[in-house]
């Protein structure tokens, strides 16, 4: 069983890519997404709920804002591993409460066997997330590729 | 050494983003600011033009801990201007789902938050890997309390089923009946919680406060009552502006609340405890009588005690709201529009959320106020900093600033929907 998973804020601006993303995917490839063996989950700020939302899957794709730092340029999109994600445990600079990084490297220590041992984050170069429903133009005009990106990961995961 | 400067640039397990600032001069204090964005005045403006009733789906979203305390408050203060009551049992079931936030706010905050400060670790997951039993158990009873809102309120962290007037639909009645075993196992183990947080060595340290939380003489408070202030004694919830207000100061976008002689207050579960020890479920007293606990108690950092103990509250208050739960007739009350202003408190996790609107003849509104817990403590950590900071001065650099940091913490101070850093920094100017 593969779950996709939109995070984030629609109510900081470029946050709200995540949901976005995969409202989008869900509505262009409707057979896809309705397959038996996915299931589609969007959530603002789930914290340590994440792991609920993960739990009985084998495999998971999480859509998110990132950011990446000045060197990335906003709306590109970046595929990695949890692994690839610091976390504050390993001493990055980000306060961010309990975020994927977080709850992901909580699930490993636990060794919780009901996590998926398989998660992908396709994630969105934000440009701000201030407080606002607009999104950045450049963030905005990376949702249809993003969508297509996702597209495919899914065929690739569920083996189609 | 006439200049030192500690800064720590990102200070884990609070809720959001702020930042602390010590100026030390000679060894001396002379300036401390906790300096915290402030969504919630946004929100204010947010809701200006809106339809009454998406008003609670909207501020549910400044905090993604404590949404159901936002949908309560406006929902109560709504109905307050539409002049209606909601039937009993609509009350019933938002008690029932704001125990259920309780539970999962203060399993986060009592293990994941402040836990670690007390066991010695960097975070819940450095204690995860020399305790994983302690981690797993808890994150069972937060998922509790997160699954039992999401039964109730149709979502786990921002729900969607209350409305102005009651409810959009009544809950499944063997859907929450399901729950029974888990509560009875988290009320297990928010026993063992209360055992356990009696054991922890506290940073010695009190304050003499002026505690207010909402009042009722036939339960410990949650939803509704009337305000009690340990220094001016009842007042009516509706009064609220009239005995707290709020004032801007230069450093912080944040405004600091004071009681009316100008001075702090706090608010949160350590002063819900000391002001409503009596209308505890007598299972939660016995907890508490068993821990030898002596009220009232003045220490910050024990404010994890009072959260064990109100975890075990919830847990009960839960069982016997699911036990005499029995929906019957339409879930919402109808509502004529008309135009009217009304205000109301609950008790979030974190403390008295006060909301108050004026809604024009079309349900729009017109003026929207809230004022959440952590703005009203502000003022009240500031103050707590000046009096420990020339304790933990002539302590070692590192120890000093986590006993600072352990502090806030211990306020479980909720910005949630603010960016991103919360700085430290104490400067010897």
């Known amino acids: 069983m593969l779950v996709v998973i939109g995070l984030g804020q629609s109510l900081r601006a470029d946050d709200g890519v995540g949901p976005k993303v995969v409202e989008a995917w869900a509505a262009m490839y409707p057979e896809?997404?309705?397959?038996?063996?996915?299931?589609?989950?969007?959530?603002?700020?789930?914290?340590?709920?994440?792991?609920?939302?993960?739990?009985?899957?084998?495999?998971?794709?999480?859509?998110?804002?990132?950011?990446?730092?000045?060197?990335?340029?906003?709306?590109?999109?970046?595929?990695?591993?949890?692994?690839?994600?610091?976390?504050?445990?390993?001493?990055?600079?980000?306060?961010?409460?309990?975020?994927?990084?977080?709850?992901?490297?909580?699930?490993?220590?636990?060794?919780?066997?009901?996590?998926?041992?398989?998660?992908?984050?396709?994630?969105?170069?934000?440009?701000?997330?201030?407080?606002?429903?607009?999104?950045?133009?450049?963030?905005?005009?990376?949702?249809?590729?993003?969508?297509?990106?996702?597209?495919?990961?899914?065929?690739?995961?569920?083996?189609? | 050494m006439a200049k030192q400067t500690i800064n720590v640039p990102a200070l884990a397990r609070v809720e959001g983003e702020g930042g602390l600032y010590i100026g030390v001069e000679h060894g001396e204090v002379k300036e401390i600011k906790v300096n915290i964005y402030e969504p919630p005045r946004f929100f204010e403006g947010f809701l200006q033009g809106r339809f009454y009733q998406e008003v609670p789906d909207i501020t549910a979203r400044i905090c993604g801990i404590c949404p159901v305390a936002y949908q309560m408050s406006s929902i109560r203060a709504l109905?307050?201007?539409?002049?209606?009551?909601?039937?009993?049992?609509?009350?019933?079931?938002?008690?029932?789902?704001?125990?259920?936030?309780?539970?999962?706010?203060?399993?986060?905050?009592?293990?994941?938050?402040?836990?670690?400060?007390?066991?010695?670790?960097?975070?819940?997951?450095?204690?995860?890997?020399?305790?994983?039993?302690?981690?797993?158990?808890?994150?069972?009873?937060?998922?509790?309390?997160?699954?039992?809102?999401?039964?109730?309120?149709?979502?786990?962290?921002?729900?969607?089923?209350?409305?102005?007037?009651?409810?959009?639909?009544?809950?499944?009645?063997?859907?929450?009946?399901?729950?029974?075993?888990?509560?009875e196992w988290g009320l297990e183990h928010a026993l063992e919680t209360v055992r356990w947080a009696a054991t922890l060595d506290y940073p010695d340290f009190e304050v003499d406060y002026e505690f207010v939380a909402l009042h009722r003489d036939d339960e410990y408070a949650i939803l509704d009552g009337d305000l009690l202030s340990s220094r001016y004694g009842l007042i009516q919830e509706t009064d609220f502006e009239k005995h707290f207000s709020e004032k801007h100061v230069q450093h912080s976008n944040a405004l600091h609340s004071n009681?009316?002689?100008?001075?702090?207050?706090?608010?949160?579960?350590?002063?819900?405890?000391?002001?409503?020890?009596?209308?505890?479920?007598?299972?939660?007293?016995?907890?508490?009588?068993?821990?030898?606990?002596?009220?009232?108690?003045?220490?910050?950092?024990?404010?994890?005690?009072?959260?064990?103990?109100?975890?075990?509250?919830?847990?009960?208050?839960?069982?016997?709201?699911?036990?005499?739960?029995?929906?019957?007739?339409?879930?919402?009350?109808?509502?004529?529009?008309?135009?009217?202003?009304?205000?109301?408190?609950?008790e979030a996790p974190r403390g008295t959320l006060y909301h108050r609107y004026q809604i024009d003849d079309s349900g729009l509104v017109e003026y929207a106020r809230i004022v959440p817990p952590t703005a009203q403590n502000l003022a009240r950590m500031e103050a707590d900093l000046w009096q420990l900071a020339p304790k933990v001065l002539e302590l070692p650099h590192e120890e000093a600033t986590l006993t600072c940091e352990h502090l806030l913490r211990a306020y479980d101070p909720c910005i949630s929907c603010a960016t991103h850093f919360l700085t430290l920094t104490v400067e010897e100017l």
């Open chain 1, 32 to 160: 896809t997404a309705q397959a038996p063996r996915l299931d589609v989950k969007l959530c603002a700020l789930p914290g340590l709920a994440l792991l609920d939302f993960l739990s009985g899957f084998e495999m998971a794709i999480l859509v998110d804002a990132v950011l990446g730092g000045p060197c990335i340029v906003p709306g590109s999109l970046l595929l990695f591993n949890p692994a690839d994600l610091e976390s504050f445990s390993s001493a990055a600079g980000s306060a961010h409460g309990w975020g994927v990084a977080e709850t992901l490297k909580l699930a490993e220590t636990l060794g919780r066997d009901d996590i998926p041992n398989q998660i992908r984050v396709l994630g969105i170069a934000a440009a701000q997330v201030d407080l606002g429903l607009e999104m950045s133009p450049e963030v905005q005009a990376a949702v249809p590729a993003a969508v297509e990106k996702l597209q495919e990961l899914v065929a690739e995961m569920i083996g189609e």
């Open chain 2, 259 to 346: 009681s009316v002689d100008g001075t702090t207050y706090l608010v949160g579960p350590l002063a819900r405890l000391n002001l409503n020890y009596d209308q505890l479920s007598p299972q939660a007293k016995q907890a508490a009588e068993e821990i030898g606990l002596e009220l009232p108690l003045k220490n910050p950092y024990k404010g994890m005690i009072a959260r064990a103990l109100e975890t075990v509250e919830a847990y009960l208050r839960c069982i016997e709201l699911i036990k005499n739960y029995h929906p019957e007739g339409e879930s919402a009350q109808e509502l004529l529009l008309t135009a009217g202003s009304g205000s109301a408190a609950s």
């Open chain 2, 79 to 183: 109905e307050r201007a539409f002049g209606v009551t909601p039937t009993a049992e609509a009350t019933a079931l938002r008690k029932l789902l704001y125990y259920s936030e309780w539970i999962e706010s203060h399993v986060l905050h009592v293990y994941m938050l402040q836990g670690p400060d007390l066991t010695g670790h960097q975070s819940a997951i450095e204690l995860a890997g020399v305790a994983p039993e302690v981690v797993a158990s808890a994150l069972r009873s937060k998922k509790i309390g997160n699954d039992l809102m999401a039964a109730v309120g149709g979502r786990s962290v921002h729900p969607v089923n209350a409305c102005v007037g009651g409810w959009y639909r009544w809950p499944d009645q063997e859907a929450l009946k399901a729950f029974l075993p888990d509560l």
